[in-house]
């Protein structure tokens, strides 16, 4: 199974630090969908493409295991796991709830993550490729949270959108047009420079529980015709 961004393959580098650089190649093969939901990882694979050893590739499974992205079995070891409508309903609300947080605190946003944030809503705007799109979204939901400047809530929010990326590009791959989202993205920005806080954080609750529905809508749509669930949905 290969990688749709080539970079994502590319050998750890022995300047970065090892154990976190592991993971996070791993988790950028996952959500990029270079390993869909079903798919097995192994540690000896893993470290041939990374070239390390299987000591921090296994740590990273492990964590990632913990984190609700990896199911595991003697049988089989490491397995991306299938989407499931349950768990997104539980993932999505704790998520608003986080990005509803991360808004509220933001005091201020500076030149720099503003023009982040509308240079991102303009490749978005224009972008239809769905990991493109993905990785467009992430960039923005994450420039936005960061302004915050709570890592612990920055740390947890990464963690849920690892989880989540798992849907939201099975998602994307089939329904590409995202009006919606782009203008909510639209309202949230407007809102948060203008200091209107507690608005803009209602905005990107509503923004997540929106998408939740249209998930589950989808994953709904796909147990009724398993032929065309990717991963399984449950």
């Known amino acids: 199974m290969t990688s749709s961004d080539p970079g994502a ?3 750890i580098t022995r300047a970065e630090p090892l154990r976190e650089a592991v993971y996070l190649r791993i988790v950028e093969l996952i959500s990029s969908g270079a390993y869909a939901p079903g798919a097995p990882l192994t540690e000896a694979a893993l470290s041939r493409t990374l070239q390390v050893s299987r000591t921090p590739v296994r740590e990273a499974l492990l964590r990632l295991q913990a984190e609700g992205v990896l199911t595991s079995t003697l049988a089989r070891g490491f397995t991306v796991r299938t989407l499931a409508a349950r768990d997104a309903a539980e993932l999505y609300p704790v998520l608003a709830t986080l990005e509803g947080l991360a808004v509220r605190s933001v005091t201020s946003l500076d030149e720099t993550t503003l023009d982040t944030l509308r240079r991102t809503l303009d490749q978005l705007a224009n972008c239809t490729e769905p990991v493109q799109r993905w990785r467009l979204d992430t960039t923005w939901h994450t420039t936005l949270t960061a302004a915050a400047g709570n890592r612990h809530l920055q740390t947890m929010i990464g963690q849920l959108r690892t989880n989540l990326s798992r849907y939201e590009l099975a998602y ?3 329904v590409w047009r995202r009006d919606t989202a782009d203008r909510q993205h639209a309202e949230i920005l407007t809102a948060i420079t203008a200091g209107e806080r507690d608005h803009a954080a209602a905005l990107i609750e ?8 249209l998930v589950l ?5 796909q147990q009724d015709d398993p032929s065309e669930s990717p991963g399984g949905a449950a």
């Not at 509503?206 to 529905?213: A, D, L, Q, V």
């Not at 809508?217 to 749509?221: M, R, T, V, Y």
């Open 172 to 174: 994307m791959r089939e």
């Open 206 to 213: 509503r923004h997540w529980y929106e998408g939740m529905k």
């Open 217 to 221: 809508d989808w994953l709904s749509a």
């Open 9 to 11: 393959q590319q050998p």
